[in-house]
């Protein structure tokens, strides 16, 4: 990568024009990326550093951050065995509608979010499929945590899925089928051989699963009901803050939820660069 | 037929078929079984009606027009973190991914402020006459934010792969270096500007949380589609709301195979150009 692509001069005119358009990129990205995280973290301390701790002790942040860490715990372990269940059935055996199956786990991240939450309205809402029976025996699942973890599956489903089929079809089999016929069992295959093999694109995946699942709004927002300190996670408490003029208290929700994605950025750079040949052949966009 | 050596087929793909009837499918058909309760006439009306119209045209050209612009300053993004080495080039390549790792909301309520009449670039935009903030500007702003990644992805790996010899042939034959540019490398990164572009389409077309906040949804003017489905659950019409819905999973259902129909044909018409 360091490695320079061209060892000859490069005559002045091409250097002016590299020069020009490294700094048209730079420009651009310090405008539209680095501008707007910048803003979070100014209006957050906009009025010094004790209103910031006030609002994020505020009961309703504080129950907002926990059902956000809890609808993550959920959602995202069911996806990595969902993820691992799918990406082993897709890439060790031969069957029929195998590219259908790509296509329906690649489904969610064409769907609007908005129609992901409203999905699960139709079917347990008051009026959709399964409302009057769930009604009927007191169980509520819309406007309430189920639906919010529900959506949020929906919405993360692709993600550890989609790092694991590239990476376990470019591996191939023949270290498992070397276990096996040396006499492993099912579960000491898997621990020992493929999971060794694919746990740097797994945690990859759960990294990118985790970040969507926390940050979440569109899908979320559609089941939620915004009870406040029941079913409002981080970024809908940012939501209803900012609509309520409380900025400082909006800003300083969304500042833990940017500096969420400022690790993630951080670990996933890091995994790229020490572990890039083991993530590999990841598709590009799947994010 | 040798035995499998390999265990797990059944109760591997068991769960993956069972996991994703009951997650995607299952809620799916709920969707289209709910949208024919508004009948055909329903739907026309719904489809028809002015407001209607005048959101999913904001929607779709909205996205169409982001995912352009995209494609543009993707290239020069992508170009310029894979072709030149600058100090902090690490940091600008992971920074490309922020709109991916930002949660919309976040994004959403960040761009407003910063667009708003009093805002760090509203302030200054503002005497030159373009309003961005609560206008259908402020929806592409956000657009182009939320699909900027896809472009610069895509084409990264592409680039970096891209045999600098067919260049240098080019030039030692005599080519300009816009002549190799557009000549050259241009049709060379066609099919994978094709795939970016659909990509961030695809993201932008269904757009919400970053959007709402800087559209200012006023009806008829800056108001997106997925909001629309949003006011027809608030007002407990499922039907329509379901209608709307499927009428935008068909949209990008279109653009997909579209996009995939384009890039066919560009490969095909590369492979005979050379």
């Known amino acids: 990568m360091t490695v320079p692509l061209r060892s000859r001069p490069v005559a002045w005119p091409r250097r002016v024009l590299h020069a020009v358009l490294i700094a048209l990129a730079l420009v651009f990205l310090l405008l539209f990326l680095v501008m707007p995280l910048a803003t979070v973290f100014v ?26 860490l809890l609808v993550a715990v959920l959602a995202v372990p069911l996806n990595v065995l969902f993820g691992i269940a799918a990406a082993w059935a897709m890439t060790r055996f031969q069957f029929r509608g195998k590219a259908l199956l790509g296509a329906l786990i690649d489904l969610p991240f064409s769907v609007s979010p908005v129609v992901s939450g409203l999905v699960y309205v139709l079917l347990f809402g008051a009026q959709g499929w399964f409302g009057p029976w769930l009604d009927s025996h007191g169980i509520k699942i819309i406007f309430a945590v189920p639906a919010l973890v529900l959506a949020t599956i929906f919405v993360t489903l692709p993600f550890v899925a989609r790092e694991l089929i590239p990476l376990m079809q470019a591996q191939g089999s023949e270290e498992e089928e070397a276990a096996r ?25 759960v990294l990118l699963c985790n970040a969507r699942a926390m940050g979440e709004f569109g899908a979320v927002s559609v089941v939620s009901g915004h009870i406040r300190g029941l079913t409002t996670t981080m970024p809908l408490e940012v939501e209803m803050r ?26 996933k750079s890091l995994l790229e660069w020490r572990y890039g040949d083991e993530i590999a052949a990841h598709a590009p966009g799947g994010h | 037929m040798s035995k499998r050596v390999l265990p797990g ?45 005048a959101a999913l045209r904001l929607s779709v050209g909205g996205a169409v027009v982001a995912a352009l612009i995209n494609v543009v300053i993707g290239l020069l993004v992508g170009w310029v973190l ?22 919309t909301a976040v994004a959403g309520i960040a761009l407003t402020t910063l667009y708003a009449p009093n805002g760090w670039l509203g302030q200054w935009l503002e005497p030159l006459g373009i309003k961005v903030a609560y206008t259908p500007l402020g929806v592409f702003v956000a657009m182009v934010f939320v699909g900027f990644p896809f472009v610069v992805r895509t084409l990264q790996p592409v680039l970096s792969s891209l045999e600098l ?58 108001e997106i589609a997925p909001l629309l489905i949003v006011q027809k659950l608030e007002q407990f019409d499922y039907a329509g709301a379901a209608a709307l819905g499927v009428a935008m999973l068909s949209i990008s259902f279109v653009l997909l195979v579209l996009v995939a129909f384009l890039q066919r044909w560009s490969h095909r018409w590369q492979e005979r150009a050379t």
Do not use: C
């Open chain 1, 43 to 68: 209006e957050a301390f906009r009025q010094g550093v004790a209103p910031y701790l006030d609002s994020i002790r505020q009961p309703e942040a504080l129950s907002a951050i926990k059902l956000t």
């Open chain 1, 181 to 205: 016929v040396l006499g492993a069992s099912a579960w000491q295959m898997f621990f020992r051989v493929t999971l060794p093999n694919i746990r740097w694109a797994l945690l990859y995946g």
């Open chain 1, 242 to 267: 900012y609509n309520e003029y409380e900025y400082v208290g909006a800003f300083a929700v969304a500042s833990l939820l940017a500096l969420l994605a400022l690790v993630t950025l951080a670990v």
């Open chain 2, 9 to 53: 087929f059944g109760i591997s793909l068991g769960v993956a078929l069972a996991y994703l009837g009951l997650i995607v499918l299952l809620p799916l058909a709920a969707l289209a079984w709910k949208a024919t309760g508004i009948g055909f006439e329903g739907l026309i009306r719904l489809l028809s009606a002015p407001r209607t119209l």
């Open chain 2, 82 to 103: 894979v072709r030149y080495r600058f100090p902090g080039r690490r940091l600008f390549d992971a920074l490309v991914d922020l709109p991916f790792a930002l949660p």
């Open chain 2, 165 to 222: 010899d067919v260049e240098e042939a080019a030039e030692s034959l005599g080519a300009q270096r816009w002549q190799t540019f557009f000549r050259v490398i241009l049709p060379m990164l066609a099919p994978t500007l094709l795939t970016g572009f659909a990509l961030a389409l695809a993201r932008a077309v269904g757009e919400y949380g970053s959007v709402i906040f800087i559209a200012g949804n006023i009806p008829m003017h800056s």
